[in-house]
């Protein structure tokens, strides 16, 4: 992968930026996305935030060899705070965090944001409190999709300030749009981590466990309830 081709991730949330935004991507690692999203001619604006002092130099490297420096601001700094009210930021995009850090940022910083900006969020694992979060602080979620890269399962989630809503605990857990169409990759990703979580409820002392064992074997049961609703519908 490099700024030219970009993962089937990177593609992925790629799609998601509106034509024309003005994009800050946090936590950017090489600045990949933001430099093929502007070769492209897809954004008009950027911000390259990184916390590491590696990373940012990769960042710095990957904007000045594709001539780029005065299109895309390379800051070190936390979270949102590489974001200045003069960049007139529209969207935002986080990816390969987890989702609780994801929540963090966005928790800290809210007065960072303007209120209007569209967030692209790739988290990496901790997607339910991630989207409890949005649905606590009045964002709407647009757009979910699920891919399989080599061996990973990543979700994508899309979500903008808009008309409140209210999600169930399952919505929260599996994704809103993604319960709804159940395609293949969705499927099998719950496969597979009903059984890891079953081997893990396997191998815990009941004694020990208390509150989490409860929360898992509820997501067990929660997850072979979708799977045997899916079978049924399938057989049907």
Known sequence: MNERKLSARLERVAAQVPAGA??????????YLLVALMNRGLISAAVAGEVAL???RAVERSVRENDLGERIAVRLADGLAA???ADRIDAISFCGMGGETIRD???RDRARLGGTERLILQPNGGEQPLRQWLMDNGYRILH??????NRFFYEII???PGQPTRYSERELYFGPQLLQARDPVFVAKWRRLLRLKQQTLAGQAR???GVAEEKLEQQVRWIA???AAHDGSAQA
């Open 22 to 31: 003005r994009l800050a991507d946090i936590g950017t690692d090489h600045g």
């Open 144 to 149: 979910e999709e699920l891919l399989q890269e």
């Open 54 to 56: 590696t990373p940012w």
């Open 105 to 107: 940022i966005l928790a």
């Open 207 to 209: 004694s020990s466990q």
């Open 83 to 85: 974001i200045e009210p």
């Open 158 to 160: 899309v979500a903008e």
């Open 225 to 227: 309830e979708l799977l």
